[in-house]
T-cell receptor, first 110, second 109 residues
């Protein structure tokens, strides 16, 4: 198994642009989590899904952030419009019990 | 809401010295998990503790769950440079984990 796959691994964009981060979970894992990690705020849970259904999006910072999971094999996290303070590493993780993290997407918004 | 705090925030040790990080929850936990994140990497699961007072060992790492299931510790004996990274505890809250603030360990050779 390739593990959790995230793309892109690095993204540099300008303020105001739309950013889409992608995640392919491990097959058979019915939970999917999106996290954001920064030095200042640590590891923050943004949203999670169970069987493709969003369960808790209370961590999504603003309406500029949205996440979807159209099927069990794919999820996206979109930021529109992006701002410099969105710069962070975004992780996708899936679980049966313990969480398996993807390699992350390092986002830089200029 | 539920919070999980870790101390210390940073720890610098000489190779061969011991290291301990402590995790405290504001509420009783059903279980606690520990993760390690190498610099530039992603969190990797180390272990899960479920029972009150449980102690588990992985080579030089010893994990303990408090009797009240509100605190936990990770102790590394005789640190090595490969132990460098950030160690997170995470308390189980319903479906999701509440991650601690992490302890960053630096080991000097």
């Amino acid at each position: 198994d390739a593990g959790v796959i995230q793309s892109p691994r690095h993204e540099v964009t300008e303020m105001g642009q739309e950013v889409t981060l992608r995640c392919k979970p491990i097959s058979g894992h019915d939970y999917l989590f999106w996290y954001r990690q920064t030095m200042m705020r640590g590891l923050e849970l943004l949203i999670y899904f169970n069987n493709n259904v969003p369960i808790d999006d209370s961590g999504m910072p603003e309406d500029r952030f949205s996440a979807k999971m159209p099927n069990a094999s794919f999820s996206t996290l979109k930021i529109q419009p992006s701002e410099p303070r969105d710069s962070a590493v975004y992780f996708c993780a899936t679980k049966p019990s313990e969480q398996f993290f993807g390699p992350g997407t390092r986002l830089t918004v200029l | 809401g539920q919070q999980v705090m870790q101390i210390p925030q940073y720890q610098h040790v000489q190779e061969g010295e011991d290291f301990t990080t402590y995790c405290n929850s504001s509420t009783t936990l059903s279980n606690i998990q520990w993760y390690k994140q190498r610099p530039g990497g992603h969190p990797v699961f180390l272990i899960q503790l479920v029972k009150s007072g449980e102690v588990k060992k992985q080579k030089r790492l010893t994990f303990q769950f408090g009797e009240a299931k509100k605190n936990s510790s990770l102790h590394i004996t005789a640190t090595q440079t490969t132990d460098v990274g950030t160690y997170f505890c995470a308390g189980q809250g319903a479906d999701k984990l509440i991650f601690g603030t992490g302890t960053r360990l630096q080991v000097f050779p």
